[in-house]
């Protein structure tokens, strides 16, 4: 009688828990949706905003190509800092006939660039001028991306129905969340630094959670882009707002330039796991070389014996994490400009010659793991991913990103758009010969003309010839090794997919020689077991914000908004 009590409660507990951790009406009105089913079509993105419009979009008809484009435009407007349409990304699309292509709208290097844009006449490192100056931008790939999609894939065929709600939106204003008002204030003496004119993210007194927030100048340029299209950004007035807005302030990014700029079709990286097929994208971003890497890596261990967050498990991922940014550092960067050995960085053989020196007891020194001796660049964690299924089956993954914060912080002057400040993606001070010869980080070192490396990772993971999940995070060098935690914990953790993307996250890459993990995730004897076995321990804020979509037993699909901040799930009914 009393275990029958105590099982019913335990079950109204986990009713009323789950229910309170998958819908959250805020007190801006916005109901944000942790997690929803539908078999109708979904859109999962870090804004309530961008989701719905998303979502309207499918109701309308519009397959999850068409839904893409409109969240870009939207999230360029109410989640400014990251959506966008002055920076890139990159897309993984999987129709309904299990066909994927990827398209690379990353950014790319100014004609004008050169390999020591940002050294001093010794050849150090001048600070901030490749994160804070108009020289940090580089020629931006986000609204040639979306018209190359548009064109190809669109069923709507209707492009002003797809920027109408972000126009709206940027006109009418919307009201900002209690996050977004801190990160505008956060951000304004930076703001105020690099826009000696008036722009809609600086007023007289501090933001405040519902505080509306239009922007009346991105509004018109995405006015002027819905008449006239691609070539207003890249050669009409947008063009020459831009150029001047660098140009009289010591920037280099010309109107051929941005003429010039084309984004490209790649290859899926593809491979398969414990029966899974996972499809990510190729370089210039190292995300799915390096999700596929360690994955096979981790393919001979049955981690779910070892036990999800166990001692065992985490030395496992932090010593295959080492192996695979080691390997990142030295041989990636942008494939027209560096040959890189995509085929055998992903060959079983090689990849199990890297894992012979693996001791489950002791963690090896990162030192001793690679030919590198350079830490790796800082990656700036100020990215957003976007995951869509439609009903028919067509699926979108797109990461996108300004790199920082708010990108560059500069605004164009009247066109009222943020500029990114992805130079910084390159490796800006490439490294000096190593005790075997080789230089690491000069794959990503600055060329003309050249995409930086990224860290980007959107993915779309198949079984049985069906989309099983749609993936992807922000989080800089942390999107890797989250997108690898979250496919870890469905596929071999067997957790429920609410469960995958919100369990607490850890992240190694090889220098800094540590892991990082969220704080409170473990415990002190567990901290204190791995201290034992060599590893170095730092407890950090939040690690990536997954947007996911992953498949039910029943055909359905659930999405899953990461917890970790304001991102929701819109489906269709
Ligand atoms: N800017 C972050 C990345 O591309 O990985």
Known sequence: MRFKFTLLLALILSVLLTDCSSTISDKLGYNIHKKAVSSMGMVVSAHPLASEVGTNILKQGGNAIDAAIAVQLALAVVYPAAGNIGGGGFMVFTDQKGQTVTLDFREKAPSAANRDLYLDSKGDVIEGLSTSSHLAVGVPGTVDGIFTIFEKYSKLKNFDLLIKPAIELAANGYKITAEEANDLNYSESEFKRLNKYAIPFVRSTAWKQGDVLKQTDLAETLQRIMNNGRSEFYEGKTAEMLVKCISENKGIITLDDLKKYKSVWRKPIAGHYRGYTILSMAPPSSGGVLLLQMLKMLEPYDL????????????????????????????????????????????????????????????????????????????????????????????????????????????????????????????????????????????????????????????????????????????????????????????????????????????????????????????????????????????????????????NMDGTYIGIADKRGDDDVEVVK
């Open 304 to 551: 779910k014996t070892m036990g999800f967050q166990s001692k065992q498990y985490i030395h496992l991922l932090t010593e295959v994490q080492r192996r695979s940014y080691a390997d990142r550092s030295v041989y990636l960067g942008d494939p027209a400009f560096v040959k890189i050995p995509v085929h055998q960085l992903l060959d079983s053989m090689y990849l199990l010659s890297r894992m012979r020196n693996f001791n489950p007891l002791r963690a090896i020194p990162s030192k001793l793991i690679s030919a590198g001796t350079m830490p790796l660049p800082h990656e700036s964690e100020e990215t957003t991913h976007i995951s869509i299924i439609d009903k028919d089956g067509n699926a979108v993954s797109i990461t996108t990103t300004l790199n920082s914060s708010y990108g560059s912080n500069i605004v164009v002057n009247g066109a009222g758009f943020i500029l990114n400040n992805e130079m910084d993606d390159f490796s800006i001070k490439p490294g000096n010969l190593n005790q075997y010869g080789l230089i690491g980080a000069e794959a990503n070192a600055i060329q003309p003309g050249k995409r930086m490396l990224s860290s980007m990772t959107p993915t779309v993971v198949m079984k049985d010839g069906k989309i099983f999940a749609v993936v992807g995070s922000p989080g800089g060098s942390t999107i890797i090794t989250t997108v690898l935690q979250v496919l870890v914990n469905l596929i071999d953790h067997k957790m429920d997919p609410y469960d995958a993307v919100q369990a607490g996250r850890f992240h190694s890459q090889w220098l800094p020689d540590k892991i990082y993990v969220e704080n409170g995730l473990w415990s002190k004897q567990l901290t204190r077991q791995l201290e034992e076995m060599g590893h170095a321990i730092e407890s950090r804020t939040d690690i990536g914000r997954v947007e996911a979509i992953v498949r």
